[in-house]
């Protein structure tokens, strides 16, 4: 099976991968746990068989032996970013084995780093109430200097409450406006307002047919529920002015109640 084995890199891998398991399978069941054992040491070149390694040694508490795989699951599989995430992520429970809470807010940091929100809050149970917003602080102002913040950043700002700086990040994507104003409009409500205002007429302005009218007049629904019927209703015939040479648009701005 092995020798008929052709394709690409990763086909190739897939499908050797595939029939070693079973192997295996076959090993661990008639030969008894050493074989077993040794079957899978011997191919840790393969992601698949690298884990069993790593959980075994876990559940043995050889945590030195699990940073080792792992370090080395890092350097072999760095074209693949889902693997390197795992290696690092058994990393971290090793160093947790281990009693290095420096290599493990290393790490999660890193994680987090990612976009996996889930890293961000082992790290915060990491530290002190006391010391938490200094190293919040670093946190987001990395992130601030980002061109484009991954998604991981304003979930950060909810979870902290740094409700300003949400804000601000709307202030700089105003389609943003529309998935968090709820977290928003009880504190900024004229800005909220100013800012869904500004992100609908910039849709109108690239709609261009009755589909994407209908879209525009579904987010001026949405302003409706966030900002009031009345101001709503300025808005609508604002936009009726402005845009009187399109009939399709004026049509949907007109079934909206």
Same mark, same amino acid.
């Given at each position: ?42 191919? @840790?070149?393969?992601?698949?068989? *690298? /884990? ?16 080792? +795989? ?12 889902? +693997? ?6 058994? $990393? ?12 493990? *807010? /290393?790490?999660?940091?890193? +994680? ?28 987001? @102002? ?20 740094? @409700?300003?700086?949400?804000?601000? !990040?709307?202030? *700089? /994507? ?8 709820? !977290? ?13 205002? $500004? ?6 302005? &690239?709609?261009?047919?009755?589909? &994407?009218?209908? &879209? ?18 300025? +808005? ?22």
């Amino acid at each position: 099976m092995l020798k008929a084995v052709k394709g690409d890199k990763w086909d190739t891998r897939y499908e050797t991968t595939r029939i070693k398991l079973l192997q295996w399978q076959l090993i661990d069941r008639f030969d008894g746990e050493i074989p077993s054992f040794e079957f899978i040491l011997n191919h @840790t070149e393969l992601s698949a068989f *690298r /884990e069993k390694a790593i959980v075994y040694y876990l559940n043995k508490k050889e945590y030195n032996e699990v940073l080792k +795989l792992c370090v080395e699951g890092q350097l072999i599989d760095q074209e693949h970013s889902g +693997l390197v995430t795992k290696w690092k992520q058994y $990393q971290i429970e090793a160093y947790e084995g281990l009693g290095d809470m420096d290599k493990q *807010r /290393e790490l999660a940091l890193e +994680l987090m780093y990612g976009n996996d929100y889930e890293y961000f809050i082992k790290l915060k149970s990491m530290y002190e109430p006391d010391e938490w917003p200094l190293v919040r602080e670093g946190i987001v @102002t990395v992130f601030e200097k980002q061109t484009y913040p991954p998604s991981i950043y304003a979930k950060i700002l909810i979870e902290e409450m740094l @409700t300003e700086k949400l804000l601000a !990040y709307c202030k *700089r /994507e105003r389609y943003y406006i529309e998935q968090f104003s709820p !977290y928003l409009k009880s504190e900024f409500p004229n800005e909220v307002d100013d800012l869904y205002r $500004q992100f609908i007429e910039s849709e109108a302005v &690239k709609a261009s047919d009755r589909k &994407k009218y209908r &879209k525009v007049c579904k987010i001026i629904k949405t302003y409706n529920n966030v900002c009031g019927a009345d101001r709503a209703k300025v +808005l609508i015939e604002h936009l009726k002015q402005i845009h009187i040479n399109r009939p399709a648009f004026i049509d949907e701005l007109t079934k909206l109640k």
